[in-house]
């Protein structure tokens, strides 16, 4: 029997990086895996790797948000699982004296206010059937600051973690798990567009992190499906370092 065997898992911004790689483990370990992105070609290519389904949405958006659970649903019977995991990398100079307005709350719609919505929406799914595993993406950043200057970004995350706690401890006695997942940088995408407008950064980034590479999404993937299955069933509320020791250094 495998981990989350018949599980039914939503996995949002699927089509890329940290999301592809839970949408391809949640497959391996017997999950369904609902895949969610904006971009059509790689959330479509995802779903059709996975043997699962892909639904268009633009996480910032309510009705968008209501249609991926309710389809979800309506096509395997339950939602067990949500990976709130969809996020942009910070503007090019995200310094507090830099950064304007509108990057602000452009950076804020897509990685806070759009958990906020996958949780208000996953949640009553989950509330009926008395259990469910919530997985928030944030960030490292979020735990300890970042000295590379992305303030739109830290607060965004550190919403994302504060939410996370809130709800993990407002709704585990209704069986539902709320965690923060904490990356360190991970070769993804996201990552290299950001080192590629900064490649020094990328340098200043290793020097700190102690196993001295960045992580792979496989090993990120391994951590939320951890968090997803009932292997961490009295884990709740928390912030899930996966970081490669960079917190504690
Ligand atoms: P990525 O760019 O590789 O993938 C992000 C995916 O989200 C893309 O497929 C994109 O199309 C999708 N997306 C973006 N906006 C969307 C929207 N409005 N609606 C639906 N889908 C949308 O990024 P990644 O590195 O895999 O990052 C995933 C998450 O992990 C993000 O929240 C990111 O902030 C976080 N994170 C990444 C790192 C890292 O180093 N890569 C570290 C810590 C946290």
Same mark, same amino acid.
């Given at each position: 029997m495998q981990r989350l065997q018949d599980r039914v898992a939503v996995v949002t911004?699927? !089509? #890329?990086g940290i999301g592809l790689a839970t949408a391809r483990r949640f497959a391996e370990e017997g999950a369904r895996v609902v895949c969610v992105d904006l971009d059509e070609a790689t959330g479509s290519s995802a779903a059709a790797e996975v043997d699962g389904l892909f639904v268009r949405a633009d996480v910032t958006s309510e009705d968008d948000v209501i249609r991926m659970f309710q389809t979800a649903f309506d096509t395997y !019977? #339950?939602?067990?699982?949500?990976?709130?995991n969809a996020g942009i990398s910070p503007p090019e100079d995200d310094s507090i004296l830099e950064t304007g307005l509108d990057a602000w709350r452009r950076v804020q719609e897509v990685n806070l206010t759009s958990v906020y919505l996958c949780c208000k929406h996953a949640i009553p799914y989950m509330r009926r059937q008395g259990k469910g595993s919530i997985i928030n993406t944030a960030s490292f950043v979020a735990v300890m600051g970042s000295a590379t200057s992305q303030i739109s970004y830290t607060a965004s995350k550190g919403g994302v973690l504060a939410m996370s706690r809130e709800l993990g401890v407002q709704f585990a006695r209704e069986g539902i798990r709320v965690n923060a997942l904490c990356p360190g940088p991970v070769n993804t995408p996201l990552l290299r567009e950001l080192f590629a407008k900064d490649p020094e950064r990328a340098q200043r980034r290793l020097v700190h992190i102690p196993v001295g590479r960045f992580a792979e999404a496989s090993e990120i993937a391994a951590a939320v499906a951890f968090l997803a299955s009932?292997?961490?069933?009295?884990?709740?509320?928390s912030e899930f370092l996966v970081d490669g020791g960079i917190s504690g250094a």
């Amino acid at each position: 029997m495998q981990r989350l065997q018949d599980r039914v898992a939503v996995v949002t911004g699927a !089509g #890329s990086g940290i999301g592809l790689a839970t949408a391809r483990r949640f497959a391996e370990e017997g999950a369904r895996v609902v895949c969610v992105d904006l971009d059509e070609a790689t959330g479509s290519s995802a779903a059709a790797e996975v043997d699962g389904l892909f639904v268009r949405a633009d996480v910032t958006s309510e009705d968008d948000v209501i249609r991926m659970f309710q389809t979800a649903f309506d096509t395997y !019977g #339950s939602v067990d699982i949500a990976f709130n995991n969809a996020g942009i990398s910070p503007p090019e100079d995200d310094s507090i004296l830099e950064t304007g307005l509108d990057a602000w709350r452009r950076v804020q719609e897509v990685n806070l206010t759009s958990v906020y919505l996958c949780c208000k929406h996953a949640i009553p799914y989950m509330r009926r059937q008395g259990k469910g595993s919530i997985i928030n993406t944030a960030s490292f950043v979020a735990v300890m600051g970042s000295a590379t200057s992305q303030i739109s970004y830290t607060a965004s995350k550190g919403g994302v973690l504060a939410m996370s706690r809130e709800l993990g401890v407002q709704f585990a006695r209704e069986g539902i798990r709320v965690n923060a997942l904490c990356p360190g940088p991970v070769n993804t995408p996201l990552l290299r567009e950001l080192f590629a407008k900064d490649p020094e950064r990328a340098q200043r980034r290793l020097v700190h992190i102690p196993v001295g590479r960045f992580a792979e999404a496989s090993e990120i993937a391994a951590a939320v499906a951890f968090l997803a299955s009932d292997d961490a069933s009295f884990i709740t509320g928390s912030e899930f370092l996966v970081d490669g020791g960079i917190s504690g250094a």
